[in-house]
């Protein structure tokens, strides 16, 4: 069986550039593993493949999903595994690419905290007292049972400190070991962009500033004037997130790129916090792209 390659690593570390040139030499097709890439209508704040990138290189998975829906780890696994076995079956290389951890763990290995069913019961009850007590409380929580979750999630990312709380009443084993105990489904060699932190912020303020400049506002707009409420999922991602809160309080200038630049930055942290910890994982060191290309085929 072929390897699956992994293209993982923080916001803004030119990931998909490298993938589309991996599917390109190791006849391939990319998969996207990014949690907001699959909704439909968020195309510049997800920095989206262009239409170029995916006439030239077939993407799966983007576009997939109304704005309106939630969209769940065990959506993207029913909706990913078919897709990897039927490039494989026609003897090409699925290329796995994006920032979305939970996504990709939930394709490459065979067991984890998506095949712990959801409890309707147990998830309100925890919904219910981040909305009453806080999510800082709510996380806090976490941290009791499950500190390296805790360490990984935002408190403000309370869907995914909600399944982490789920898990462990339902299973009595933390989420965090359940990611250390997997199997890999597929042979696999995982790779990520290894840039200076600071050299990673000036990226990801320049990526900010592009997206503000390209119209992030007026697509969140147009978002809400279609009918996705402002609480919908796709709606806490980074980016818009901040653009609603901003458009709520008449306030487009003074913050927003500060706030959102803000947020990106802790995201990025907590991205290689959760990729250091996947087995097969190389960090490549920026460079040309034939050079990564010839670093990657080494490695394979």
């Not at 030119?14 to 699959?38: M, N, P, Q, R, Y």
């Not at 897709?83 to 690419?97: F, M, N, S, Y």
């Not at 933390?174 to 290894?194: G, H, I």
């Not at 991602?237 to 458009?247: A, Q, S």
């Amino acid at each position: 069986m072929k390897k699956l390659i992994v293209i993982c690593g923080a916001t803004a570390s030119g990931k998909t550039a490298l993938a589309v040139e991996c599917a390109k030499h190791f006849d391939g097709e990319v998969i996207s593993c990014d949690a907001l890439l699959v909704y439909r209508g968020l195309n510049i704040g997800t920095a989206k493949p262009t239409a170029e990138e995916m006439a030239e290189i077939p993407h799966h998975l983007i576009d997939v999903a109304d704005p309106r829906e939630k969209f769940s780890v065990h959506d993207f696994e029913t909706l990913a595994l078919p897709i990897a076995e039927e490039i494989l079956a026609r003897g090409k290389t699925p290329v796995l690419c994006g920032g979305t951890g939970f996504y990709m763990n939930a394709l490459l290995f065979r067991s984890g905290f998506g095949h712990v069913a959801a409890d309707e019961a147990v998830r309100s009850r925890y919904e219910d007292f981040a909305r009453e007590k806080g999510k800082e409380a709510l996380h806090e929580l976490l941290r009791t049972c499950d500190p390296e979750s805790a360490d990984r999630l935002h408190p403000n990312d309370v869907k995914r400190v909600v399944r982490a709380l789920e898990i462990f009443e339902l299973t009595g084993t933390k989420k965090s070991a359940q990611a250390d105990s997997r199997e890999p489904r597929y042979p696999y060699e995982a790779f990520a962009l290894d840039y200076p932190r600071e050299e990673l912020y000036e990226r990801i303020a320049r990526r900010t500033q592009a997206m503000l400049g390209a119209g992030l506002v007026d697509e969140v707009r147009g978002l809400l004037a279609a009918g996705v409420p402002e609480d919908a999922q796709c709606m806490q991602g980074i980016g818009y997130k901040e653009v609603v809160e901003c458009l709520k309080n008449n306030d487009l200038q003074s913050t927003m790129f500060d706030i959102i630049l803000k947020n990106t930055r802790n995201y990025a942290k907590r991205q290689l916090t959760f990729f250091k910890r996947m087995p097969n994982l190389h960090w490549l060191k920026p460079s040309d792209m034939p050079t990564l290309i010839k670093e990657i085929e080494e490695v394979l």
